[in-house]
């Protein structure tokens, strides 16, 4: 078993075992919700970066006392562990504005903090999304803000900029192996789920030695295989990239927020502080708030990585990306490509599976 490989095991295994190991050697740990949060700010700040995991199948009965059925699952299970103390460990968890269950959840949690008389600081990343200078100004007014709640001043950000631009870089790398060598996209699912569990140089070393044993070379199994992008609500796991692989296909890319999408180019700038990293995560084209062409995003990408087949799978609980979906099935219909829209679907995806295998074995070849 390779260094990344037992990393992961043990991150999904156990996702707070290594933030846990942090504290108790005498460090501080801080939890986040969703890839629209500041991660540099928090690694400024001398803490552990610790994405919050959530579980499916999950038993959400104390978050159900609080919480309507549209909340988002992901949401509802990190609810719920916050609920049974399983986050007390951490100094603080950050909550961004620019994603609708996520803001909720923040003022959930802290009049719900207020009845437990325990639990992690709560802070809010009140990220503005609006493309307009105004909205970039206040972004990096936002950054600031939180970073000063976090301990993190000017002169630490250059390094943890640098720290997470090569986690940028390594995932530009994966995306590139995945269009060019037999690398099964659930493997891919797998270990960038694991990522932010773990101690960020640890995999970062263990990643980037991975990816140089990953070169392109004979085509196998998944290189020949139909190629899909997966897009719509990110799926608690890799249950949905073992679908198409079990009717004999491959997910090659993701759209939206999706593990592997979690850390985006183009770097921040190392210089900029503050105002660089406001501009960053205001420009993001993930998010339910972002103002993106996903039409034109998503078609784009299914023609860069030569997909022969899109599936956009949205929750239940979806109730932003689904407006969208009718501009992306037209535009990839346009386009030649081949779409499988799952609307109001069980965040198990146990409603899926058929029609999945169905549509990749109806898809082509090589592109």
């Given at each position: 078993m390779s260094a990344l490989e037992r990393l992961v095991e043990e991150a999904l295994r156990e996702p707070l075992a290594a933030a846990q190991a942090h504290v108790r050697a005498g460090g501080r740990a801080v939890g986040y919700v969703g890839g629209e949060v500041p991660v540099e700010l928090i690694i400024a700040g001398g803490a552990f970066a610790l994405r919050l995991p959530c579980e499916v199948p999950a038993e959400t009965a104390l978050a159900d006392r609080y919480l309507e059925p549209s909340f988002a699952p992901e949401v509802r299970s990190i609810a719920q562990q916050y609920l049974e103390g399983a986050f007390d460990f951490l100094q603080a968890i950050v909550l961004p504005r620019a994603n609708d269950s996520a803001q909720r959840l923040y003022y959930y949690l802290c009049e719900l903090r207020g009845d437990r008389n325990?639990?992690?600081?709560?802070?809010?990343?009140?990220?503005?999304?609006?493309?307009?200078?105004?909205?970039?100004?206040?972004?990096?007014?936002?950054?600031?803000?939180?970073?000063?709640?976090?301990?993190?001043?000017?002169?630490?950000?250059?390094?943890?900029?640098?720290?997470?631009?090569?986690?940028?870089?390594?995932?530009?790398?994966?995306?590139?192996?995945?269009?060019?060598?037999?690398?099964r996209g659930s493997r891919i699912e797998r270990l960038t789920r694991a990522a932010?569990?773990?101690?960020?140089?640890?995999?970062?070393?263990?990643?980037?030695?991975?990816?140089?044993?990953?070169?392109?070379?004979?085509?196998?199994?998944?290189?020949?295989?139909?190629?899909?992008?997966?897009?719509?609500?990110?799926p608690p796991?890799?249950?949905?990239?073992?679908a198409v692989e079990a009717a004999g296909g491959n997910v090659v890319a993701e759209w939206g927020e999706h593990a592997a999408c979690a850390v985006a180019?183009?770097?921040?700038?190392?210089?900029?502080?503050?105002?660089?990293?406001?501009?960053?995560?205001?420009?993001?084209?993930?998010?339910?708030?972002?103002?993106?062409?996903?039409?034109?995003?998503?078609?784009?990408?299914?023609?860069a990585v030569q997909a022969h087949g899109v599936i956009i799978w949205l929750v239940e609980q979806e109730d932003a990306h689904i407006w969208e979906l009718p501009a992306q099935t037209?535009?990839?219909?346009?386009?030649?490509?081949?779409?499988?829209?799952l609307s109001r679907r069980g965040w198990d995806g146990a409603d899926a599976r058929a029609e999945i295998a169905a549509f990749t074995r109806g898809l082509g070849g090589e592109a």
């Open positions: 325990a639990g992690p600081d709560l802070l809010i990343f009140d990220l503005a999304k609006i493309p307009r200078e105004t909205s970039r100004a206040y972004s990096g007014a936002a950054a600031e803000r939180l970073g000063a709640q976090l301990g993190a001043d000017a002169a630490g950000l250059p390094r943890a900029i640098e720290a997470r631009n090569r986690r940028r870089d390594l995932y530009a790398r994966v995306a590139e192996r995945r269009r060019t060598a037999a690398v932010d569990r773990c101690a960020a140089a640890a995999f970062d070393d263990a990643l980037d030695a991975w990816l140089d044993g990953v070169a392109p070379g004979p085509a196998g199994p998944y290189q020949e295989a139909p190629r899909l992008v997966l897009a719509g609500s990110a796991d890799e249950r949905l990239h073992l180019q183009p770097p921040v700038a190392v210089a900029g502080a503050f105002d660089a990293i406001g501009d960053h995560y205001h420009a993001l084209r993930t998010g339910t708030r972002a103002f993106v062409d996903s039409a034109r995003g998503l078609t784009a990408l299914a023609g037209a535009a990839l219909s346009a386009a030649g490509v081949p779409v499988l829209a």
